[in-house]
């Protein structure tokens, strides 16, 4: 038995469990997508009102019939409902997302111009908020048991707090009483400081509690003490160490954070006059622009798979203990 | 036009802060600063030219540029800046040829001539006449083009003839005395006819007109660039100057969020807010740098209208019973700080031809309870609310919360507790727009309450004339209150037709006088339309005929 053959022996388990999981978590990201379309084509249907309306400038037009009817033959409405249904499938699976009934353009395009500014926004946030998470734990575990209930009423309070709230008060004190930044989003970097600050607040305080707790148990452990024994320094075991086991539950649920920052973003997108996903959503969803919501909704749930899957990898990568299970 | 003077204290303290900044500055005002109710003397100083304006707009960010697609409030805003019409209204409020030169009507009142004025061109070098007049008339019938409020006003038009280039005969199906009116709003603007040939994409990214500027850009989400129209020729001298805007451009932004809004105000970022909340401009009012610009839309006023079309407001005596049970001073006055006088009719106060009936609106619990007595809703259960016939007097109030601004939404809150003490069951529903119009085309409501802009009187014919209770192929209808009264309806055909000036004054207030006395509506207030500004921006004042702001006049002092 040559070596080579021993080895492929050795991958072959390897690669199927990869390919399975791989095939697993694409099957699973195709369903939730066709999920969220489903959900998306029948639960506006059941809005009252005609979407002939919605595309004839709103459901107070006065349109005529005969241009009701005429929007009504160009966007497929007049089709029964089933195969209306299957044929937003058909074109959504060809990468076809249709119209946008308010703004008239392809929402591809419309996407394509909003999502850069919404995952700057989103990405940031995400990285400010590890920054806080981890600064806080670090400084937390240091400082003993007084510095430890100060770092966890913090995280309590800022996880807590609603995304709206924060913006508001936000705007009041650095942009009305001191001044030091615009209260509303301009293309300048100085305009995205107050949203991605209202944004990774509530997200730092949730990681924070979680990736703190991981690290006090960490600090206890054997391989802890080991260090020590080996005469490690404390801090030494806290960055070599605990903060590895700290990062875990945090990458874990940083999915889970970025489907949240998208959520926060159809907030923090109006408050600061943003351009982006979140606010074309709610004004989407105003005017009943189906194809439009049914875009954004998708590249939201298509970012949440991606982001599942890539917060999968990472933790197995920081964690080879997860791989054996 | 629809200037209400700032409070007395504004007015004071605004010209106490400009006679110290005057005396700082080491100089006296050359002549007394003018009286007029404008802020003139807060305004003195050398216009300067250049600098871009940026306007902070919270109505929701057109999907088309062009108000013949559609027509809504907030397009007539933007597009005020860029697009002109044929007849607009003075600062006294009277209409006005602007593109137009003259009309003449023929004595049937069926053949209306139009006469364009020569000299004025479209910024893209299309010279203004009567084929382009005929052009966007045409535009806006077309079906494709999906206009709603412009395809209205211009119903009436049979056909259209050029005569010659300064003139165009319209054929009209019945005569129309609010025709003129019709071209004076924004929806009905004159668009350039080459541009209307593009695609309706391309012209509803930039619509060219004979404006005092035109669209440089639109970034979705973001804001539209207008630039200055260095050729601009304003059609009939006014007060102001001649040539170009001393503006270079306007950058129009949009920050739906109401307090948002007022920090950029504050901050500098922006020099104008529309949709300013009465909580704001009461902040406002305590500052010496931000100026208030109260310009109420005209058309109908703000009002709840009171179904007749089913139990219990077919009875008039129930509808009268809950209008007296309804508190609605003591509540507009606490809510609106005071920036909301109370309306009683039907119209707009910037309607010239609006008929109020104060006296018919008092808050009375009184001869409310008398009434409902009366029409047998005399016992009451256990919680307090009247019931008849094992049927509890209740009320279903649909609110759309994107058409009704929070102190509006606590005002109908107040009524409803008002009403209670009456009781009235008054079920007040938040919905989204598409849900709002759904349980009125279910016609499942006793209270409605729905803004409506239209210039001059003939709105009444929308709101009120039994033809407006038909619903139109999308389910709308305009007549909430479904009042149905032949006698009314030949009020209002009558007034809608007459060419006799005086004649329809007298039809439009007997029509006014029979829908408030029949207890069909509850007048709140003017359509709000607020503005705040910095003070930095002079010259603001100028508005069109549905009161949007036109800032051909105004410039940034530094």
């Known amino acids: ?325 | 036009m629809n200037y209400v003077r700032p409070k007395a204290t504004r007015l004071f303290s605004a010209a106490a802060a400009v006679a110290a900044a005057l005396v700082l500055a080491g100089c006296a005002p050359a002549s007394p600063a003018p009286e007029s109710g404008s802020e003139a003397g807060s305004e003195a100083g050398t216009p300067v030219t250049g600098g871009t304006l940026v306007y902070a707009s919270g109505d929701a960010e057109p999907t088309c540029l062009d108000p013949h697609v559609g027509g809504n409030y907030p397009q007539a805003l933007v597009a005020s800046q860029y697009l002109e019409t044929l007849y607009t209204k003075d600062a006294s409020g009277q209409l006005i040829p602007w593109l137009a030169e003259d009309s003449t009507v023929s004595e049937d009142g069926l053949l209306r001539t139009l006469k364009i004025r020569e000299g004025i061109s479209f910024t893209d070098g299309t010279a203004l006449d009567a084929a382009a007049v005929k052009a966007n008339f045409e535009h806006l019938l077309d079906p494709e083009t999906a206009s709603s409020t412009g395809f209205l006003a211009l119903g009436k038009i049979a056909s259209m003839k050029v005569v010659n280039t300064t003139t165009l005969e319209l054929t009209l199906s019945t005569p129309d005395s609010s025709l003129l009116e019709s071209f004076s709003m924004p929806w009905v603007a004159i668009e350039s006819p080459t541009a209307l040939k593009r695609s309706q994409e391309d012209n509803c990214a930039a619509p060219v007109g004979t404006g005092p500027f035109k669209v440089e850009s639109w970034k979705k989400q973001d804001a539209v660039n207008l630039v200055r129209n260095a050729d601009y020729v304003q059609p009939v001298a006014t007060e102001g100057h001649d040539g170009a805007a001393y503006l270079d451009a306007i950058t129009w932004r949009f920050i739906p969020e109401a307090a948002t809004r007022y920090a950029a105000l504050q901050s500098g970022e922006v020099q104008i807010i529309d949709n300013a909340q009465p909580d704001t401009i009461a902040a406002a009012a305590k500052t010496q740098t931000i100026k208030h610009l109260d310009a109420p839309r005209p058309g109908a006023s703000n009002r709840i209208e009171l179904n007749s079309s089913k139990a219990p407001f077919n009875d008039a005596s129930v509808r009268e019973a809950f209008i007296h049970a309804v508190n609605v001073d003591a509540s507009i006055d606490s809510l609106f700080f005071g920036t909301a006088p109370r309306s009683y009719s039907p119209l707009s106060s910037a309607e010239p031809l609006a008929y109020s009936a104060e006296s018919l609106f008092a808050y009375d619990p009184a001869k409310a309870s008398e009434l409902l007595d009366a029409a047998g809703w005399s016992e009451r259960d256990a919680e307090g609310y009247r019931v008849k016939d094992g049927t509890r007097l209740t009320l279903t109030f649909p609110v759309s919360t994107s058409q009704s601004i929070p102190a509006e939404q606590s005002l109908f809150e107040q009524l409803q507790a008002t009403a209670k003490e009456s009781g009235f069951d008054v079920k007040i529903k938040l919905l989204d727009l598409s849900s709002w119009y759904g349980e009125l085309f279910k016609n499942d409501y006793n209270l409605v309450s729905a803004p409506y802009t239209k210039v001059g009187p003939s709105v009444l014919s929308v709101l009120f004339h039994s033809d407006s209770t038909i619903p139109a192929p999308s389910g709308y209808f305009a007549n909430l209150s479904q009042v149905k009264d032949p006698s009314l309806d030949a009020l209002l055909d009558t007034a809608g037709s007459t060419k006799d000036e005086a004649e329809r004054k007298d039809l439009y207030s007997q029509a006014q006088k029979k829908v408030l006395e029949g207890y069909y509506l509850l007048p709140l207030y003017d359509q709000q339309n607020h503005f705040l500004y910095s003070e930095k921006l002079r010259n603001v004042g100028a508005t069109t005929a549905v009161a949007t702001p036109t800032f051909f006049d105004s410039w940034l002092a530094n």
Do not use: C, N
């Open chain 1, 1 to 325: 038995m040559s070596t080579s053959t021993i080895a492929r022996q050795r991958l072959a388990p390897i690669l199927g469990r990869t390919a399975r999981w791989v095939l697993g978590k694409l099957g699973g990201g195709i369903f939730v997508l066709w999920a969220v379309a489903t959900a998306i084509f029948f639960g506006i249907r059941m809005i009252p009102g005609d979407p002939a309306e919605a595309i004839m400038g709103g459901p107070g037009s006065q349109a005529s019939a005969e241009a009701l009817a005429a929007a009504r033959a160009e966007y497929g409405l007049d089709q029964p409902l089933y195969v209306q249904y299957f044929s937003q499938l058909w074109r959504l699976a060809t990468g076809d997302m249709g119209t946008s009934y308010s703004l008239k353009t392809p929402v591809a395009e419309v996407l394509g111009e909003l999502i850069p500014p919404t995952l700057v926004l989103a990405v940031l946030a995400l990285v400010v908020a590890w920054a806080l998470a981890l600064v806080l734990a670090v400084i937390s575990t240091r400082s003993g048991a007084v510095g430890t209930a100060i770092a966890s009423g913090l995280e309590i309070v800022s996880a807590a707090v609603p995304h709206f709230w924060l913006a508001s008060v936000l705007i009041m004190l650095f942009a009305t009483a001191l001044g030091w930044l615009p209260p509303v989003s301009t293309s300048t970097p100085a305009g995205l400081v107050l949203p991605v600050i209202t944004l990774a607040l509530p997200l730092a305080g949730f990681l924070g509690q979680v990736m703190r707790d991981t690290m006090a148990r960490a600090q206890r452990s054997a391989f802890a003490l080991s260090a020590r024994a080996r005469g490690e320094s404390e801090i030494g075991v806290l960055l070599r160490h605990s903060l590895r086991h700290a990062a875990l539950p945090g990458i874990a649920l940083s999915g889970w954070a970025f489907g949240s920052l998208l959520s926060g973003a159809v907030v923090v997108e109006s408050i600061f006059a943003r351009p982006g996903l979140g606010r074309s959503l709610l004004s989407a969803v105003t005017a009943r622009d189906i194809p439009l919501v049914t875009g954004v909704a998708l590249i939201s749930a298509a970012a949440y798979v991606v982001i599942m899957a890539l917060s999968d990898i990472a933790e197995r990568l920081a964690d080879p203990r997860i791989q054996a299970s």
